[in-house]
Each structure stands twice: as structure tokens, then as C-alpha cells.
């Protein structure tokens, strides 16, 4: 599939991208944010891995790249905000500052051109209410890890092969899917505070697993992650939302839900 031409959204919302990490797929990302532009843009946690840094300084120039086009887009007159997550949390102690443009808020609301309200927070605060000491959840949470390590090597074979991207880490989600349910009881959270938010939507990330779904008459979006996924959430200038899939010189693909029956229900408070 031909590239894109660059896409004009009103909003873009992008979390779990690991920077400082190995796993992460920052050139897949500069090549996405070369080639959309938003108005406001929204980074929903886990944008620097202070975890993996502690253990190990990686930070090659496709990192660096990323912060200097978000700092351009923010001096260009995006509106750019920065929801810290479990392994970024060390800048939730910065929450309500302002660094070139960039603001650090714990959560926020965001307000969609047609009039709805949806919640913007990391999504890991709901950890201790899935998980409740479940070793089996955790276990899968360290598999999934694992996972992501050895993905790169899997593909790099499978590319000398001649085949497509593969993913494991998905492969894996839905096997531990069916059996642990965590994915269902991050999401049945999530949507429980949006109904204390008092909101239409929630907008989240922290598991990895980009989706858009309407759950109890609540829009749940997840924006997936830049490690595996790459992918995000992109909100158009009408309030509509897609999960846009980004890999530079592979196939690359927006998955609109402009007519998406869930978003449908959710307008009209079903």
C-alpha cells in the first residue's frame, strides 16, 4: 500500500511509545508525525521509559527526533498536552507546569468539536482494581514483555524470509486473552471512571491494545502503543475517531469509524 499524503486531524492522541527503551519503534513514529499534523495533540503516558533508563542509557537520535517535532509542532501553535504513566510517573511530580508549550496534566478532558466529553488519563491508576494480587494477570503482563523482546528478532527472520509483519505480542493478547480476561477488566475500569467523570468517552492507553468500542453506552478508545501496535488515535474536525496503523516503507492503514455503530450509540446515549 502507497503511503499517505500527510493528514490534517483535529486532534491525535499517542501514548506507549518507551523512548529510552530498545523496544521502541521511534523511527515507525518520526515517519507518522512527519506525515500527519493535528491540532492538539495529546500524549497519553508512557512517552520516556524512566524504567528501562535505570537499568540501561539507550537514546539514539530517532528519540531525540521525536521530542524536537513535537517542541516544533507545540512553537508552530499545537496545543500539546502530557499525561504522565506508570513508567514516565516520575513527571507526574510536574503536573500543572508548562515546558515549551508542553503542559503536564494527570488527566484531563478533552472536548470533541461536536460536543462531547471524554476523559484522557493513562489508564494504569485502574491496575490495583484488575488486578487484585491475580498472579495470573501478572504473569501474563510479564509474558507480554518478554514477548516484545523477542518480536524483533522473530520479524527480522521472517522479513529475510520474504514475509509480512507478524506480530507476536497480539498473537499472545488474544491467547491470554481468552484465559486471564485482563484486557476485559482494564476496560470494564476504565469505563466506570468515565461514569464517575460523568463523561461520554475515555481515551487511554497503558495495555498496549488499540481499540475503539462503545461499553455500556460509554465510547471506550484505546490508542494502542509504538512498540509493537503503532498505532494511535486520530479525532477529525467533525468529533469522528479512527485507530490509525502507521509502519514506514510496510503497509500502512487508517481504520476509520466514522459510521462505526458504537460511536453512533454513544452520541445518541444508548
Not at 96 to 115: M, V
Not at 134 to 154: C, F, M, P, Q, V
Amino acid at each position: 500500500m502507497d503511503q499517505v499524503a500527510q493528514k490534517k486531524y483535529h486532534s491525535l492522541f499517542l501514548s506507549d511509545i518507551h523512548l529510552g527503551s530498545k523496544s521502541s519503534q521511534a523511527e515507525n513514529l518520526v515517519d507518522f508525525l512527519k506525515n500527519h499534523d493535528a491540532e492538539n495533540y495529546y500524549l497519553v503516558g508512557d512517552i520516556v521509559d524512566f524504567w528501562q533508563l535505570r537499568k540501561k542509557t539507550r537514546w539514539p537520535q530517532s528519540h531525540n527526533e521525536i521530542l524536537q517535532l513535537l517542541l516544533g509542532k507545540a512553537q508552530n501553535g499545537a496545543k500539546i498536552t502530557y499525561i504522565p504513566g506508570n513508567h514516565d510517573e516520575v513527571l507526574r511530580h510536574y503536573c500543572g507546569y508548562d515546558f515549551g508549550g508542553i503542559k503536564i496534566e494527570r488527566n484531563t478532558i478533552h472536548n470533541s468539536p461536536d460536543g462531547r466529553r471524554f476523559l484522557v488519563m493513562h489508564g494504569d491508576e485502574c491496575d490495583a482494581t484488575v488486578f487484585h494480587g491475580n498472579w495470573r494477570a501478572i504473569l501474563g503482563d510479564k509474558t507480554y514483555e518478554i514477548s516484545i523482546i523477542l518480536n524483533s528478532h522473530y520479524n527480522r527472520l521472517r522479513q529475510l524470509l520474504g514475509k509480512p509483519y507478524r506480530s507476536l505480542p497480539t498473537l499472545l493478547k488474544k491467547k491470554l486473552g481468552k484465559t486471564f480476561d485482563y484486557i476485559a477488566d482494564f476496560e470494564s475500569a476504565l469505563i466506570q471512571e468515565a461514569k464517575k467523570r460523568n463523561v461520554e468517552g475515555i481515551i487511554c492507553g497503558h495495555i498496549h491494545h488499540a481499540k475503539i468500542d462503545n461499553i455500556e453506552g460509554i465510547t471506550y478508545m484505546n490508542t494502542g502503543d509504538w512498540v509493537d501496535d503503532c498505532s494511535a488515535i486520530g479525532e477529525t474536525s467533525e468529533g469522528c475517531f479512527e485507530v490509525v496503523h502507521w509502519r514506514k516503507q510496510q503497509d500502512t492503514y487508517h481504520q476509520p469509524v466514522f459510521m462505526n455503530e458504537a460511536v453512533s450509540k454513544s452520541r445518541a446515549g444508548v
